[in-house]
Nanobody, 124 residues
Framework: QVQLVESGGGLVQAGGSLSLSCAAS????????MGWFRQAPGKEREFVAA????????YYADSVKGRFTISRDNAKNTVYLQMNSLKPEDTAVYYC?????????????????WGQGTPVTVSS
């Protein structure tokens, strides 16, 4: 089992920045691909970003490419999502998830463990 706890969400004006964190506990953190997903009100959950077990590969949704950066610190069992140039359409609940390391992590079905989510609201 892996337990995931997100933090860092909140209210920010358009053009601003937020940094999300996801602390993991349980099984060996470095054995997992880590990802961020989001779900806006009335919409389906969508992929945001993923990072390989050693941080060597990262993947982003087109909608966030160039604005968001995913990173991880295996010594701290934590994955991060730095969000810059935020737009109102980035408003959503953001979820951290863990997938076996052999997955790239761009699809939600690859993920075995999910956090409870942290809300992000971007005002215009």
């Amino acid at each position: 089992q892996v337990q995931l706890v997100e933090s860092g969400g909140g209210l920010v004006q358009a053009g601003g920045s937020l940094s999300l964190s996801c602390a993991a506990s349980g099984r060996t953190f470095s054995g997992y691909t880590m990802g961020w997903f989001r779900q806006a009100p009335g919409k389906e959950r969508e992929f945001v970003a993923a990072i390989s077990w050693n941080g060597g590969r990262t993947y982003y949704a087109d909608s966030v490419k160039g604005r968001f950066t995913i990173s991880r610190d295996n010594a701290k069992n934590t994955v991060y999502l730095q969000m810059n140039s935020l737009k109102p359409e980035d408003t959503a609940v953001y979820y951290c998830a863990a997938a076996p390391a052999y997955y790239t992590g761009t699809y939600d079905y690859e993920y075995a463990y999910w956090g409870q989510g942290t809300p992000v609201t971007v005002s215009s």
